[in-house]
């Protein structure tokens, strides 16, 4: 057997840095971040504790790591360009991608908020939204600012909040949820109609 090339033992080391990331989220979900030892998951993801360590300093280490895996989730398909800021094309693809991949991760996405709500989770969670989420926040104040919105940064944090709040609805119906209705009137509520259509 010939030895592996460069580009071969890259990809398994990703393929087993994303199988222990899986498992962690899972097992920190459902037993809890406390609950969850470094040794379950290595035995979780099938393979040794010394292993997992090359990959992760430590539990917490590996649960920064899991938590920013899941916001950049979260906001990947907006493909943010900072300078460039946004437009009504842009919110409108990631509005029927994030309501798309509700239906398809729904696993994720209900492993994901089991452990943001965890009290001992959250100061590390907010830590990693505020790195995430911020320049998304300004880019939809700038985005609603210049739709003639009187207060736009409420409008945009409104925007996330009613994103968050589907999700977790969805998840916890356990998908009986009339999705598609929704996402045609967040559609409505936040792109099509105008301030002046409400008399502001």
């Given at each position: 057997?010939?030895p592996?090339?460069?580009?071969?033992?890259?990809?398994?080391?990703?393929?087993?840095?994303?199988?222990?990331?899986?498992?962690?989220?899972?097992?920190?979900?459902?037993?809890?971040?406390?609950?969850?030892?470094v040794?379950?998951?290595?035995r979780?993801?099938?393979?040794?504790?010394?292993?997992?360590?090359?990959?992760?300093?430590?539990?917490?280490h590996?649960?920064?790591?899991?938590?920013?895996?899941?916001?950049?989730?979260?906001?990947?398909?907006?493909?943010l360009?900072?300078?460039?800021?946004?437009?009504?094309?842009?919110?409108?693809s990631?509005?029927e991608?994030?309501?798309?991949?509700?239906k398809?991760?729904?696993?994720?996405?209900?492993?994901?908020?089991?452990?943001v709500?965890?009290?001992?989770?959250?100061?590390?969670?907010?830590?990693?939204?505020?790195?995430?989420?911020?320049?998304?926040?300004?880019?939809l104040e700038?985005?609603f600012?210049?739709?003639?919105?009187q207060d736009?940064l409420?409008?945009?944090?409104l925007f996330?909040?009613?994103?968050d709040?589907?999700?977790?609805?969805y998840?916890?119906?356990?998908?009986i949820?009339?999705l598609?209705?929704?996402?045609?009137?967040?559609?409505?509520?936040?792109?099509?109609?105008?301030?002046?259509?409400?008399?502001?």
């Amino acid at each position: 057997m010939s030895p592996r090339r460069p580009e071969q033992w890259k990809k398994i080391r990703l393929e087993k840095r994303e199988k222990i990331l899986d498992t962690a989220l899972e097992l920190f979900a459902t037993h809890g971040y406390h609950g969850s030892s470094v040794s379950m998951i290595a035995r979780k993801a099938g393979i040794s504790k010394g292993l997992l360590y090359t990959y992760f300093d430590n539990k917490e280490h590996l649960l920064r790591e899991v938590l920013a895996n899941g916001m950049d989730e979260l906001i990947r398909d907006l493909h943010l360009i900072p300078d460039q800021g946004i437009n009504r094309e842009m919110l409108l693809s990631y509005i029927e991608l994030t309501f798309g991949r509700l239906k398809e991760s729904t696993r994720f996405y209900q492993l994901f908020f089991s452990l943001v709500v965890q009290p001992s989770v959250l100061p590390i969670f907010r830590q990693q939204f505020i790195e995430r989420i911020l320049p998304l926040m300004k880019l939809l104040e700038k985005y609603f600012e210049e739709q003639g919105e009187q207060d736009p940064l409420a409008k945009a944090y409104l925007f996330i909040a009613i994103l968050d709040g589907v999700g977790m609805d969805y998840i916890a119906t356990g998908g009986i949820y009339p999705l598609e209705k929704l996402k045609d009137l967040f559609i409505h509520l936040f792109l099509d109609e105008q301030p002046e259509k409400r008399g502001t």
